[in-house]
């Protein structure tokens, strides 16, 4: 074994242990997977903290082009001015156990960027499933389609996510920060679909939530903190005349147990947060669970 895939193997393996995975694929598709093709050529940067990127400070430079300094959880740069980076591999192993990619299904990725997350996700839904993945920005989903070439079941869509007609998904999983979930994600989950992404209904709130379609709605759950650049359309509220906006401080967001379309579900007394079209309620689908 090489040492370039040693530490991969390694880096894989200390992943799949943080993130307590049950599901032996998630390291071999970690281990597989090789990073450092979908970065670029090196040496490359380092972000150390990711919201400073921007402006260009906290950042180190690898010592060389070996790509066996990228195989640890690090934030890696793929375009510095727009702060968008290759994102924290811990964080991914995590949303990854938490949803639970099965063989067969359908994953819409949505912010793929140059492509190594979605390579990640196709492995996991082996055989038989596919993985759909939409990025806004035109030079990194050309990127994306040359180094997702060789996995057949990757299909690159250089598209506005928020505006065009998702395809029906087992699992959606966003990687740029909404204000809330648009009511085209919500519709194209299958029963039984997760949708993952960042919650940022406030500059200074950050949470990862994941989303289930369930019989009688859709069951909300916050799971952890997260922080991601924001999503281009789904990143300011409504400012039309009429629109409804609530805003809820972090406890409050924290507390959120299911999500309604407004047009469905007249918001109530459980509304912690209001965005338009959808809201978010304290009250759990299954009483018995209710914040």
Known sequence: MSRVAEARRFYARLLASH???QDPRLEEAFAAIPREAFLGP???TVITTPWTARNGRNTVETPSADPVHIYQNQLVALDRDKGINNGEPLLHAMWMTKIAPKPGEHVTHIGAGTGY????????VEPGGKVTAYEYEAH???RAVDNLAGYTNVTVIHGDAVREELPPSDVIYVNAGAIAPPVSWLQALKPGGRLVFPWRPVEKVGLAVMVTR???GFACQPFMRSWFIPCIGASHPDTTPGATVKVPTSAQAKRSRSVFLTRQKAPDATAIAIFGDVWFSSRSLDPRKSA
């Open 19 to 21: 993130a307590g995975a």
């Open 42 to 44: 090196g040496p490359w």
């Open 117 to 124: 997350y979605s390579a990640i996700l196709s492995r996991l």
């Open 140 to 142: 990194l989903a050309a």
């Open 214 to 216: 369930q019989e009688k």
